[in-house]
């Protein structure tokens, strides 16, 4: 990670992840995490277990919802198991260049770098 491929990329650190079960087979993870040295943010990460795309819901400094889709979730495995939300923003950050940063999206649908990929 010390190469000049990482230069500008901050990195993602998740302090806390909390599981919420809904009906239908809807699991929601909130996370509370943090960009390099910046403000703690909470994300909102919702998705059917059986079948669709991750959505992730962020509010941005100015107060706006951010809403990205991850089309293909299972490339960070099960999102039944908490270990999603760490690979993804693991991968996120020390993989994908060219990537929304989460902590900087600000409106609208986004598409990420891994839709582009992987669609």
């Known amino acids: 990670m010390g190469d000049s491929s990482h230069a500008g990329r901050r990195s993602v650190t998740v302090l806390r992840i909390r599981r919420i079960a809904h009906d239908g087979g809807y699991l929601s993870y909130e996370v509370d995490a943090q960009t390099g040295g910046g403000p703690v943010r909470r994300y909102s990460l919702t998705a059917n277990l059986f079948v669709g795309p991750v959505v992730l819901f962020s509010v941005d400094d ?50 990420t770098g891994y839709q582009a990929r992987c669609g």
């Open 62 to 111: 100015d107060g706006a919802l951010a809403n990205v889709v991850i089309h293909h979730p299972r490339r960070f495995g099960e999102f039944a198991s908490e270990q999603w939300v760490h690979r993804f923003f693991a991968e996120w950050q020390e993989h994908d260049a060219h990537t929304e940063d989460v902590a900087a999206v600000t409106s609208d649908w986004l598409t």
